[in-house]
C-alpha cells in the first residue's frame, strides 16, 4: 500500500529530541504572544530606542528559535524505510528485512514526534511520529520514528493508512 521513512537520530536519543522540539515550539508560541501582546499597549513603541530595542531582540530571539527548529530537523537521518500492504508490514533497515502480518499485532500506537514548526522547516524529516507497535504473541513492544507523508504516495499520510489497516485488520490503534 505504503511507503514510510524509519529515521534515526545522529547524536541524541529520539525522545529527547522529540521533547526539545515541543519545548521549542511553545517557545516560539510564547514569544509571538508577548509581542503580539506588548506592541500595541504602547502608543509611540517604534519612536523611541527602547521600543526598538525590543523589536530587534525579538527578532533576533525569533530568527535564533527557527535555527535551532532546523538543527533539530537536520539530526535525523534516513536509515530504512517501511511497507504496509494489506496483510502485514515489511520493515528495511539495510540488508535486515522483517516482515510481520497484522494478525501477531495487538495494538499500534501513533504519537506525533516532532512537529513543523515553519514553512522554513518544510523538509521530509520536520514531522514524524512515533510508531509502537505491541505484538500479541511475546508482547514485545517495538518503537520506531516514521515520517508523516507516504513516499510512493505523497497523499497518504500514516495516521489515514493505519486508521485504514485498523479497520480492515480490527487492529487496535490509538493516535494521540
Known sequence: MSKFIIYSSKDRSLEKLGNRNKILFWL???VFSLAGAIIPLTEDFFTNNFGNLIFISYLG???????FAILFSKKLKKIGEIEF?????????????ETWNYDSVKKISVTKHM????SLTNHERSKTYLLSTEFSNDNKIER????????????ASLQDILKLLSKVNKIE???K
Request: proline share 2%; hydrophobic share 55%; no cysteine.
Open 28 to 30: 516560539i508560541f510564547l
Open 61 to 67: 530571539l525569533i530568527v535564533l528559535l527557527v535555527l
Open 85 to 97: 500492504t494489506k496483510s502485514g508490514a515489511i520493515k528495511r533497515i539495510g540488508d535486515f528485512i
Open 115 to 118: 512537529k513543523e514548526i515553519f
Open 144 to 155: 520506531i520514528v516514521l515520517g508523516s507523508q507516504s513516499v510512493d504516495k505523497p497523499e
Open 173 to 175: 490503534l490509538y493516535v
